[in-house]
T-cell receptor, first 110, second 115 residues
Framework: DAKTTQPNSMESNEEEPVHLPCNHS???????IHWYRQLPSQGPEYVIH???SNVNNRMASLAIAEDRKSSTLILHRATLRDAAVYYC???????????FGTGTRLKVLA | ETGVTQTPRHLVMGMTNKKSLKCEQH?????MYWYKQSAKKPLELMFV???????ENNSVPSRFSPECPNSSHLFLHLHTLQPEDSALYLC??????????????FGSGTQLSVL
């Protein structure tokens, strides 16, 4: 079965960059890599996604390894509001299946 | 109102009760999902509806019964649940058809406790 693996937790200082890693060694050629984050008492929210190339948006950047077996979510300047659980997800196009991992709990220190 | 709205936010029920969870999306999406989130476990996909037709039933016990009357509303009917069914139940929607831009939009969830 498809599976993503992430560290259970990470810490970062406020206003410093954060690199959140994810392994998805069973990813197929057409699977997209999505990242979501879940703030306390809320449902997950979309952060960013990509297929092969690195991607940037206003929230974060996504760096995808050349073999696509891993990716890294980059928060350029962490703020206290970025404290959340970050989920790396494989999306198999055409199947409606988003495979979530157990997530990384990010703690941001003031 | 915008986004995905779930009601109620919290629900406590006994094992013999019947209750329903409601989800409404105001995004014009054509697919809706039910996910279960238990402590320290990955999100589990339960059901998917596309254009009101069920496309996924992820081996969910029959005590969970979904209903999708139209593309904006999704229900999860609950009956004779077990304590291990206590979890956060999340509804999500997406616009299926443009693969490169498909993504999930989640509601805030219903925190269910079964006594």
């Amino acid at each position: 079965d498809a599976k993503t693996t992430q560290p259970n937790s990470m810490e970062s200082n406020e206003e410093e960059p954060v690199h959140l890693p994810c392994n998805h060694s069973t990813i197929s050629g057409t699977d997209y890599i999505h990242w979501y984050r879940q703030l306390p008492s809320q449902g997950p929210e979309y952060v960013i996604h990509g297929l092969t190339s690195n991607v940037n948006n206003r929230m974060a950047s996504l760096a995808i390894a050349e073999d696509r077996k891993s990716s890294t979510l980059i928060l350029h300047r962490a703020t206290l509001r970025d404290a959340a659980v970050y989920y790396c997800t494989q999306y198999t196009s055409g199947t409606y299946k988003y495979i979530f991992g157990t997530g990384t709990r990010l703690k941001v220190l003031a | 109102e915008t986004g995905v709205t779930q009601t109620p936010r919290h629900l406590v029920m006994g094992m013999t009760n019947k209750k329903s969870l409601k989800c409404e999306q105001h995004l014009g999406h054509n697919a809706m999902y039910w996910y279960k989130q238990s402590a320290k476990k990955p999100l589990e996909l339960m059901f998917v509806y596309n254009f009101k037709e069920q496309t996924e039933n992820n081996s969910v016990p029959s005590r969970f019964s979904p209903e999708c009357p139209n593309s904006s509303h999704l229900f999860l009917h609950l009956h004779t649940l077990q304590p291990e069914d206590s979890a956060l139940y999340l509804c999500a929607s997406s616009q299926v058809g443009q693969v490169a831009d498909e993504k999930l939009f989640f509601g805030s969830g219903t925190q269910l406790s079964v006594l």
